[in-house]
Structures are given as C-alpha cells and as structure tokens.
C-alpha cells in the first residue's frame, strides 16, 4: 500500500467512524465544525489529512501526515481515550500525527471540572499521549509518528 493509500484509508475510517457536529468554544462566537467520534461519544476532533503546519507557520502537503487542528471532550477523560485511538490507529498505518497544543475551552464546559489553559499543561497532555514536543523558541508543535516513517520536516524532530 502506498502512501497515500494508506492516508485515504486513514481518512475513510475516520469519516466512517465520527459524525459532524457544530461545536461552540468559549473564545468564539461562531461554531466550529468538528467531528464526534461514534465509539468515544464524549470527544470530538478537527483532523486535516495529508498536511500539516510547520513551525514556520507555513503549509506543508505530506501524504504521510495528518494535522490535528483540535481535540476537546464533553466528557472528561475522553479526549485523551480519542487521542490514543488515534494514534494507535495512524500508527499503524504509519502515518504521523501533528498538530499544537492549544487550550480551547467548551462554551458549556462543566465548572465543576477544573480546566487549565496554560500551554504547559497542554504540553504535559499530549506528552501523556506519547507525543514529542518541538519549539522553535515562539511556537510549539507535538508529534506522533512511528519511527519507521518519520517525516522529513521543517524543524528537527530529534
């Protein structure tokens, strides 16, 4: 299977296995068009295929990588369950999955869970997660990607 074969493929399990849905963040006024996942019904995710954003700010068209605009949950504990899926299921496929840790905070987010918006604390997520943490000194981007396809990039991923 080539590589691209397996990024469609990839795209395909995805789009078969979640439903869109417009999700509301408290720093927007407008929705966000995410995806819910059917089998962890309490996370929800934005994923790019075949591209993701480099340290540079610029788009760079990879046809082994997949860009995770964003991951939230309604239910705690559930964007991490999606986040590990999916890295299990692009890692098998050998692609590699990117993106930045940002902090968005759901319009109707449950104030009796704690929610922490420093990028430190979004950092130490996805490194739970089994991500590697770049920076170039002003941005910061986490990677998952097998070692057998690691992508040749724009910042080092040593």
Known sequence: MTPLERLKAAEEAWLAGSEEEDFYFSMFEEPKRLRRSRSIRGALSLLVFGGYEALDGQWVKD???VWLGMIT??????GGRLSDALV???????L???GTPVAL???DWDASHRFDSRTETRICWHL???FKVIQNG???RVVHAP???MLETQFSLK
């Open 138 to 140: 002003s941005d910061t």
């Open 105 to 107: 905070k759901p319009r």
């Open 147 to 149: 070692v057998s396809h």
């Open 73 to 78: 949950s309604t239910t705690p504990g559930d």
């Open 128 to 130: 739970r997660h089994r």
């Open 88 to 94: 299990q299921g692009f890692g098998r496929r050998g």
């Open 96 to 98: 590699a999955l990117l």
């Open 63 to 65: 046809e082994r990588a």
